[in-house]
């Protein structure tokens, strides 16, 4: 079955300090992954994604995450947090399905919580 | 203007009452999907649907029930028999034609059921 881990429940960063948001995934197959952001109260909304190809992405708000195989994590980073980017940061992993039965289905890490101080 | 819809934004029950709540979404996906998100617990899918007429249990169906009898529409409904019900419900959805996704999901803004 496949499974994300997300290790840290809660981080605090400085305003203008690098982030990185750890991610582990366990996947039968090549996985889908991708990082979704919350903001209180509201829905999540698709930071960035890995199908294929570059394992390096980019994504929106200045995120990018590196996809790597041998250690089964797709990390997110960000050079420089903005307060802003303050919010609830969820992993996922999907697959692909043809021929399968996995609907699209995703399966999320517990989430990263991320405070800014100014 | 395209996008998923939930209603209500809040919902309070009263114990031993069914609840349904909304979830409409004119963006043509074919799946749909339902998730339950405690403190702390990430999101937990409830049911999902590829296709009219056709739906899937989650990870924690019990004490709920879905429908899906038009595409645009996938609403849920919380029964009496879901003994913690209390939390914040988001919809989802995905363009899935049936044996092969992408996985990517969209999402709607949420509905927080509260049962007093």
């Known amino acids: 079955a496949q499974s994300v881990t997300q290790p840290d429940i809660h981080i605090t960063v400085s305003e203008g300090a690098s982030l990185e948001l750890r991610c582990n995934y366990s996947y039968g197959a090549t996985p889908y992954l991708f990082w979704y952001v919350q903001s209180p109260g509201q829905g999540l909304q698709l930071l960035l994604k890995?199908?294929?190809?570059?394992?390096l992405v980019q994504g929106i708000k200045g995120f990018e995450a590196e996809f790597k195989r041998s250690q089964s994590s797709f990390n997110l980073r960000k050079p420089s947090v903005h307060w802003s980017d303050a919010a609830e940061y969820f992993c996922?992993?999907?697959?692909?399905?043809?021929?399968?039965?996995?609907?699209?289905?995703?399966?999320f890490g517990q989430g990263t919580i991320l405070t800014v101080h100014p | 203007d395209g996008g998923i819809t939930q209603s209500p934004k809040y919902l309070f029950r009263k114990e031993g009452q069914n609840v349904t709540l909304s979830c409409e979404q004119n963006?043509?996906?074919?799946?749909m999907y339902w998730y339950r998100q405690d403190p702390g617990q990430g999101l937990r899918l409830i049911y999902y649907?590829?296709?009219?007429?056709?739906?899937q249990k989650g990870d924690i169906a019990e004490g709920y029930s879905v429908s899906r009898e038009k595409k645009e529409s996938f609403p849920l409904t919380v029964t009496s028999a879901q003994k913690n019900p209390t939390a914040f419900y988001l919809c989802a959805t995905a363009l899935a034609s049936l044996g092969r996704s992408n996985n990517e999901q969209f999402f709607g803004p949420g509905t927080r059921l509260t049962v007093l």
């Open positions: 890995y199908f294929s190809g570059d394992t």
């Open positions: 996922a992993v999907g697959g692909s399905n043809a021929g399968g039965t996995s609907y699209g289905k995703l399966t």
């Open positions: 649907s590829q296709i009219v007429n056709d739906f």
């Open positions: 963006l043509n996906h074919d799946a």
